[in-house]
């Protein structure tokens, strides 16, 4: 099950394996075409979302600015950019300035570990989903840090929030990863993608499908759980005293998060990049992830915001519950049906 | 009903345990001679209403709390104090209810006088 | 446990308004709420004192700005009764649908602001504003007015209702019917709705007496009071009205409460454009500076608000009032946030918040 790492072209692919320079432009060309990737996607993430919600609440959304409205974001992006930054006399500005950017720079790195297409990879790591999902546990993290920072205490609610969700919703995700990697034999999602060739990992394991669904909704701050910045109750929670620029920034890591997590579940679940051979496979790859992404937005536009007890309960009551039962089917059926 | 004010509290108690067990409002007219507190009550099975008058004089302005047979009371009085200056005796209000103004006398009494302007109060 | 003091408005999303609630947490239970209010405070009461008559009823819509119509009507109403003047048959009728819209009006805007408070993305609200602007349309069309009407004149409305009022009114009432049912089952079905709904915010009969709560607040707490119904005014007693309640007293009864309100509205507008005499006139007097003699010295009266039980109480003078103290709904509700709060969660008290129905206009006066 092994993905052949010959096939595997990477760095070294792109400009042919030579000498160290050639690897370092390798390396710096793919994170620019990754960084590209994330802010086309995310860009057009945040206009379909606007306009779907519009849909959604008999509204037109952006019209103005650009065809359809597209280039309503960058008008909002170039305005909150133009605005001034506010020191706060109460917080560790320092902390607050760099969480938000490292922030970015996490979900870059994350795109960096995931492939496009068996082909386009920054680079194969043989516990490459592993490593995904430490780094992704670093955003609660962060959400706590600027929170806490900004000294305020609807951001200190908020990051109280953000560190028992890291807690009920880690552990689920784990157990449901730790199944994938029983099921295919390795962490490595090159390897995961291509146990699916036969049938997608969604209709193996269901479970493990809501499951991991739910835990990203969770992780990534989507609605209905988006309590670390309800704004009907904590105004923004940890953005309350984040200053214009820094907000835009966070506007764009929102939809750059909801690609990775599409991302990331139609690499498990969906099959990656296989499909049928009149596409590319890195055009199958971003159809489902679009398709995830729509389904996520349509969640925004219907539920109601979860109170953080009742996230806690499904977290640990429902969540951890199922994915262990996910676990045990699937080690089952590959022990003795298999 | 006019009544004294020192029957109010026994009588609204009676009325209380005669089933008046809601209160509509209290409320207050300066009669420029005298200020009247007025407490409405109602007894919701029945759907009668009572209306307790108490005629106070201008320079003894206070009345007892009702708070102890109506919850409800407690905005009620607090607003009746701020905006008439009539002095609730029984009970203690921690803060002003409405926010803070600088004006000297309390405005729904007659001798505050719609477009004057007033001083600020020394503090 | 370590309190933490939260400061809430008067500038918050959720406030509705300029409400102020400072907040003692322990952890994400609620220890104490204590209500601020008065950011609004316009005097009104000491106002009216100084304008005549007829020259008050712009600033009694403006009281409460969601339900301005019911407010105009409950002035007018106390000056006609000190006035000593009928009210004609007909208007009676058409005062009573154009109430019955208002409630409509007043519930549907109150749905929407209900659900973003529990965090929907203004779905619902934007699904409701929009129902809700055909009822504004209906009022339009019968005032000239869309948000503040001022057309109740001493004895009549200002004109005659348009001629195909009456049709209009009855096909938006019948698309009314099918979109309530539609609230109902989108948002009954939502299993996070009723998770914050159900058993949330409870006020038991006994409490929502002794606090004074009033409308469909208290009526959600199994106490069955409705002016309409106990004490009732104009034609309602010829319309077959039911009174609505509910008994657990939580977010929920109060949601139905009010659901079931808009359906009985839609009910009797049909009912009363039934009833109402074909001919005979409606208009009332024409605003003049002077106005006849007061016949009552001392009058009160109370109406059905949307929000809860407003009660009139004037003294005349001639010409003008000599006080007019009002008894408005959304501040005794207010007054039961602090006691209906206590224990309850952070987030629960938004929620209990948007259940109160408030107007902060018609909490500051």
């Given at each position: ?338 | ?43 919701l099975?029945?759907g ?76 | ?102 409630r ?110 009033t409308g469909p607040?208290l009526r959600?707490?199994?106490v069955e009071y409705d002016v309409r119904k106990n004490n009732p005014y104009?034609?309602y007693?010829?319309?077959?009205f039911s009174m609505k309640s ?11 409460v009010?659901?079931m309100e808009?359906?009985e ?37 109370s109406r059905e608000l949307p929000?809860g039980e ?56």
């Open positions: 099950m092994q993905a052949d790492m010959a096939d595997i072209v990477g760095i070294q692919g792109l400009l042919g394996s030579g000498s160290i320079w050639y690897n370092i432009l390798g390396i710096i060309v793919y994170a620019v075409i990754v960084m590209v990737l994330l802010s086309v996607f995310g860009y057009t993430f945040g206009w379909i979302e606007r306009k779907i919600i519009a849909r959604a609440q008999y509204r037109h959304g952006p019209t103005y600015v650009g065809k359809y409205g597209f280039l309503q974001n960058m008008a909002d992006l170039i305005k909150l950019l133009s605005k001034r930054e506010i020191r706060l006399a109460q917080g560790d500005n320092f902390m607050v300035r760099i969480s938000v950017p490292l922030m970015l720079s996490l979900s870059v790195f994350i795109l960096l570990l995931l492939p496009f297409s068996q082909s386009l990879q920054a680079t194969n790591l043989g516990l490459g989903l592993l490593l995904v999902f430490v780094t992704i546990a670093f955003f609660p993290m962060f959400v706590f840090l600027t929170g806490f920072s900004t000294g305020n205490k609807f951001g200190d609610i908020s990051a109280q929030r953000s560190v028992l969700m890291l807690l009920s919703y880690e552990l689920p995700m784990i157990i449901v990863i730790v199944t994938i990697a029983l099921a295919t034999g390795s962490y490595n999602i090159q390897g995961i993608v291509a146990a699916q060739a036969n049938r997608w990992f969604a209709l193996v394991m269901p479970l493990g499908f809501i499951v991991m669904f739910v835990a990203m909704l969770a992780e990534f701050e989507r609605p209905p759980f988006d309590l670390r910045e309800a704004d009907s109750e904590l105004i923004a929670g940890w953005l309350t005293d984040i200053s214009a620029p820094y907000y835009a920034l966070v506007l764009f890591l929102d939809y750059t998060r909801m690609f990775l997590g599409s991302m990331i579940i139609s690499l498990l679940f969906l099959g990656g990049w296989l499909g049928p051979s009149f596409l590319p496979g890195i055009a199958w790859m971003l159809i489902k992830a679009t398709l995830v992404a729509l389904f996520v937005i349509v969640i925004r536009a219907t539920m109601f915001r979860m109170r953080i007890d009742r996230v806690l309960h499904l977290g640990w009551l429902v969540l951890i519950p199922l994915s262990l039962i996910n676990l045990l089917i699937t080690y089952i059926v590959l022990l003795w049906i298999l | 009903m006019k009544i004294d004010r020192e029957q109010l509290t026994s009588q609204v108690d009676r009325m209380k345990k005669n089933g008046y067990d809601y209160l509509v409002k209290i409320t207050a007219v300066d009669y420029s001679d005298h200020v009247e507190a007025i407490y409405m009550l109602r007894n099975d029945a009668k209403d009572e209306s307790l008058e108490v005629e106070l004089k201008n320079d003894d302005l206070w009345v007892p709390s009702v708070m102890r047979s109506y919850r409800g009371a407690d905005w009620y009085e607090r607003e009746l104090s701020e905006m008439f200056g009539i002095e609730i005796r029984g009970r203690t209000a921690e803060r002003l209810l409405l926010e803070k103004w600088d004006g000297a006398n309390p405005p729904l009494r007659k001798d505050f006088v719609w477009g004057v302007q007033y001083k600020a109060k020394e503090e | 446990m370590a309190i933490t003091r939260i400061n809430i408005g008067p500038v918050h999303p959720s406030t509705h308004g300029v409400l102020r609630l400072v907040v003692d947490l322990d952890g994400d239970m609620i220890e104490r709420v204590e209500t601020h209010i008065g950011f609004l405070h316009r005097g009104v009461e000491k106002l009216v004192e100084t304008r005549m008559y007829m020259q008050s009823p712009a600033y009694m819509e403006k009281l409460d700005y969601v339900a301005p119509l019911s407010y105009d009507e409950a002035y007018v109403a106390v000056v006609e009764k000190a006035l000593g003047i009928e009210v004609k048959e007909r208007a009676q009728y058409a005062r009573v649908i154009l109430l019955e819209l208002q409509i009006a007043s519930h549907l805007l109150w749905l929407g602001t209900m659900c973003n408070d529990l965090g929907q993305m203004f779905t619902v609200f934007m699904w409701s504003f929009k129902d809700r602007d055909m009822v504004l349309k209906l009022l339009e069309e019968a005032s000239g007015n869309r948000m503040f009407y001022v057309n109740v004149r001493l004895g009549g409305l200002q004109r005659e209702l348009p001629p195909d009022f009456e049709a209009q009114t009855l096909e938006v009432m019948d698309y009314m019917e099918k979109r309530t049912a539609e609230y109902e089952r989108y948002i009954e079905r939502n299993p996070v709705f009723m998770e914050r709904m159900k058993g949330v915010g409870v006020l038991s009969s006994k409490d929502a007496k002794d606090l004074g709560v607040v959600a707490s199994g104009y034609v007693e010829n319309l077959h509910q008994e657990k007293g939580d977010n929920f009864s109060r949601y139905r009010r659901i808009i359906k509205s839609i009910r009797l507008i049909r009912e009363a454009f039934g009833r109402m005499p074909a001919s005979g006139d409606m208009a009332g007097m024409p605003i003049r500076l002077r106005s006849p003699e007061p016949v009552n010295k001392v009058s009160k009266l929000r407003c009660l009139m109480y004037m003294v005349a003078d001639p010409q003008k009032p000599y006080r007019l103290s009002i008894r408005s709904p959304s501040f005794i509700n207010l007054a039961a946030l602090s006691h209906i709060a206590k224990g309850q969660r952070l987030a629960d008290l938004f929620a209990i918040l948007g259940s109160l129905d408030l107007v902060m206009g018609c909490v500051d006066r």
